[in-house]
C-alpha cells in the first residue's frame, strides 16, 4: 500500500508501519511471533494505561488472525532524542517522568477484557521470573565469554548467589511495573508524556521501574544526576521505608541489568542484531558501580571479578 511506510522497529519480533491519512497517522503493529503478547496484551496493558489517565496509544482497529493492529501514532519524539539536544534541562524532564511513574504505581486494576472481550489478568512478577531473568546473562553471555572448563561450577555458583539475592528483596510485589520504563519508551506527545512498549507489564515491586529509568543501559548519566533522580523519587513518597527501597533498587537494577547483558548478546547472535553489543559495556559500568554500593553483592563481585576480571574491579 502506498500509505504505508516502515518505520524503525525495537528488539521485539514486531514490525512497525506508519499509515498516513488526511485526518491522522496510525501505526500498524505486524506480529507473526509472540502474537498474543505483542498484540493482544500489549493492547490490554494500554487499555488500562488509558482507563488511569495515563496516556498510551488507542487502538483504532484489530484484525488479529492477520497478525496485526492499528493504533494511534504518537509521532517520534521519544524522550530519548529530545534528551540528547545540547541544551535540554534533562533533570525537568525526569522531574516530569518521575510524577508519571507515580501516577503509574497508583494503577488499582489488574485486569481489563482484552480486544477478543476476554479478561486478561496481569501476573505477579514472582521470584521465579526474576531468577529466570537473570540466568539469561549465564545462558547467553558466560555461555559465549568462559571457557568450558569453567561454566559448570560458573553455573552452580551463579544460580546459587542470584536465588539468594531475590530472597533479600523486602517490599511486596504490589504496584503496577511497566519492566522497561526508560526515555527511549517513553513519548513527547503534545507537552504530555505518553507510554509505549508495555506488553512486559507484571505486578511487582516499585523499585524495579525506578531502577531502569535511573540505570538506563542506552542513556548515559552521571552519579549525581542519578543520585538527584532518586532523591526526587523518594522526596514524592513519604511513606517509603528508605533502606528497604535502596536494597531492593539496588538489587533490581543489577538482575536487570545482568538480564540486559544475556538479551543483548542473544539479539546478536541468535537474531542477527549487532547493534546492541555496543552498549554492553556501559551496562557492566552500571552494574560495577552498584555492586561497589552494598554487601549484599559480596558473592556476585567476587564471582563476576574471577570471571569476568577486565569487566569487575
Excluded at 531475590?166 to 506527545?189: A, G
Aim: charged share 35%; with cysteine.
Amino acid at each position: 500500500m502506498k500509505n504505508l511506510k516502515k518505520i524503525k522497529g525495537d528488539a521485539s519480533f514486531r514490525e512497525f508501519y506508519r499509515k498516513k491519512s488526511k485526518n491522522a497517522n496510525s501505526i500498524i503493529i505486524l506480529a507473526k511471533k509472540e502474537k498474543f503478547k505483542n498484540l493482544i496484551i500489549y493492547e490490554a496493558i494500554n487499555r488500562i494505561l488509558n482507563e488511569n489517565k495515563i496516556l498510551a496509544p488507542k487502538l483504532f482497529k484489530e484484525n488479529y488472525k492477520k497478525n496485526c493492529i492499528e493504533i494511534q501514532d504518537f509521532g517520534d519524539d521519544t524522550i530519548f532524542k529530545i534528551l540528547r539536544k545540547k541544551k535540554v534541562n534533562k533533570f525537568l524532564y525526569f522531574k516530569k517522568i518521575i510524577d508519571l511513574l507515580i501516577r503509574i504505581q497508583l494503577i488499582k486494576n489488574k485486569n481489563i477484557k482484552n480486544l477478543k472481550n476476554k479478561i486478561y489478568y496481569i501476573p505477579k512478577y514472582n521470584e521465579k521470573i526474576l531468577i529466570d531473568e537473570a540466568n539469561v546473562f549465564r545462558k547467553w553471555y558466560a555461555e559465549e565469554n568462559l571457557k568450558n572448563s569453567k561454566k559448570k561450577i560458573f553455573t552452580k555458583k551463579f544460580n546459587k548467589i542470584i536465588k539468594k539475592l531475590v530472597l533479600k528483596l523486602q517490599l511486596k510485589n504490589d504496584v503496577f511495573v511497566h519492566r522497561d520504563f526508560h526515555v527511549s519508551n517513553l513519548m513527547l506527545v503534545q507537552d504530555e508524556i505518553g507510554v509505549i512498549d508495555s506488553q512486559d507489564a507484571l505486578i511487582g515491586n516499585r523499585a524495579y521501574d525506578l531502577a531502569s529509568l535511573i540505570d538506563d543501559v542506552r542513556f548515559k548519566t552521571s552519579k549525581s544526576f542519578k543520585k538527584k533522580v532518586y532523591n526526587y523519587y523518594l522526596k514524592k513518597q513519604k511513606n517509603l521505608i528508605k533502606n528497604k527501597f535502596k536494597n531492593d533498587f539496588e538489587i533490581l537494577s543489577v538482575l536487570r541489568n545482568l538480564k540486559i547483558i544475556g538479551i543483548f548478546t542473544r539479539l546478536s547472535l541468535r537474531d542477527g542484531k549487532k547493534k546492541y553489543i555496543k552498549l554492553i559495556p556501559y551496562t557492566w559500568e552500571l552494574i560495577n558501580m552498584r555492586i561497589k554500593e552494598n554487601e549484599v553483592f559480596i558473592d556476585l563481585k567476587s564471582l563476576l571479578s574471577q570471571n569476568f576480571e577486565k569487566k569487575i574491579k
